[in-house]
């Protein structure tokens, strides 16, 4: 059974066909094959099943969020209110990209939109003071990746569905590590502008220069306190706290900011839909493939055979970041998670290992992903505002960073109060 179902997956994935289909495909193939005493009605049903999750209905409202605020004019004002306290730095355009990326990541729930936001308005900007386009693009795209991990995160919602757990308490999880991916990065941008001629900007902000600056980014600033604020208070869910984002964007974005025009509007919410839809079909099919999984004791010959070679929980964690270092290599991070999750997760916490520190490892490792070619989804977004630079030289330039990211990696895998700590604080359970 298992070289029926991952076999058949994997050859459909080879000759191209969508993840959700692969999935789905396999998970047949594997019954009839089988001869598995599952009606393939069932199929149908646990598609169906996977979709209608209520908290599942967090992600449209996040990703439509995102696309709001992107289209509003958020990411202008959130950059120029950072680069108030970086101006004046060497390096500060670097550091600007990774904290406004941060920022935004807060309110987009979504690596790409992040790297879209942020780099098309700093990339152009850290050419004109002398920082190579290769390193431009590259940070663009690696500070995207706080989208997957700072909440709120499409990634999370998928996992929390999925292993059971709560969304909210989840999202706690993603602060620390965020963090400590930001100061890994601005770490290495600190080395960068060592050996690096780069132009200061000497002129220091006047205040009532600040104080308009500050004005027309209080809105975009106040965004994450509405979606976790709220969530953290009890006064609303995720999922109501993405319907509330959503229309506070719209509202910023025509009528405080007025850069969001009616007529964009529709493709706003047809490009939602698409996202949006991709990823319910992922977590649908995913559905089917678990229950063939667990029909055929597939979790537990899994961890039967890792547990076979060592019990030492840090030795299985280790193990655990190499799978899905490569897994994020070729498989986008929703997809990876849908996966992923239902043969780890057993796995992981049969040596004792929290469900909420396996989530975030996991939406850390497919973070980095997100710029690990041949599949790195912010690698393309980056590639696309360059005219004149390859795939593969944004890749080389992003290497260094990836280094920098694996290293905190590492540090939130083994430095357990860096993910748990706000949980453990606030004893939270089940928000």
């Known amino acids: 059974m298992v070289g029926w179902l991952f ?5 459909l994935l080879l000759i191209g066909a969508p993840i959700a289909a692969s999935l789905g495909l396999a998970s047949v193939i594997t019954i009839v094959a089988t001869h598995m005493r599952v009606k393939l009605v069932v199929v149908a049903q646990t598609m169906f099943a996977g979709m209608t999750s209520y908290q599942l209905m967090a992600i449209p409202l996040f990703i439509l969020c995102g696309n709001l605020m992107t289209d509003g004019g958020l990411s202008k004002n959130l950059v120029d209110f950072i680069n108030l306290f970086f101006r004046r730095v060497k390096g500060g355009l670097a550091y600007v990209t990774i904290v406004a990326s941060a920022f935004f990541a807060a309110i987009s729930g979504s690596s790409p939109a992040t790297t879209a936001a942020i780099g098309g308005v700093m990339a152009p900007e850290m050419e004109k003071q002398g920082y190579s386009e290769e390193f431009s693009l590259a940070t663009a795209a690696a500070a995207g990746t706080l989208g997957q991990i700072i909440p709120p995160s499409v990634g999370m919602v998928s996992y929390a569905v999925l292993a059971e757990v709560s969304v909210g308490t989840l999202f706690l999880t993603g602060f620390g590590p965020g963090i400590v991916m930001a100061l890994c990065m601005m770490v290495y941008a600190f080395l960068y502008v060592r050996k690096n001629p780069i132009t200061i900007n000497s002129t220091k902000p006047t205040f009532k220069e600040a104080m308009q600056i500050t004005a027309k980014s209080v809105f975009a600033l106040i965004m994450p306190l509405i979606i976790l604020g709220g969530i953290y208070s009890g006064l609303f869910t995720p999922t109501e706290s993405g319907a509330i984002a959503s229309v506070y964007g719209l509202i910023c974005g025509k009528f405080i900011y007025r850069t969001l025009k009616w007529e964009n509007i529709p493709k706003i919410f047809v490009n939602t839909a698409v996202g949006a839809g991709t990823i319910m079909l992922v977590l649908g099919s995913v559905q089917t493939f ?36 490569i897994a994020g290599m070729f498989l986008n991070a929703v997809s990876a998670i849908a996966l992923f999750t239902p043969i780890l997760l057993p796995v992981l916490t049969s040596v004792g290992i929290n469900p909420y520190m396996i989530g975030i490892i996991m939406i850390v490792n497919l973070g980095v ?12 977004v980056a590639c696309g505002m360059s005219k004149k630079l390859s795939f593969e030289q944004v890749s080389k330039a992003c290497i260094p960073y990836i280094i920098a990211l694996t290293i905190a990696l590492l540090l939130i895998t083994y430095i357990e109060p860096i993910s748990m700590g706000l949980i453990w604080l606030t004893g939270a359970k089940g928000i």
């Open 290 to 325: 678990s229950v063939v999984l667990t029909r055929g004791h597939i979790p537990q010959i899994i961890a039967d055979a890792l547990l076979g070679v060592t019990t030492n929980k840090y030795i299985i964690l280790l193990m655990f970041n190499i799978i899905l270092l």
């Open 369 to 380: 992903g997100m710029i690990t070619p041949p599949v790195g989804n912010c690698l393309y």
């Open 7 to 11: 076999g058949s997956f994997f050859v």
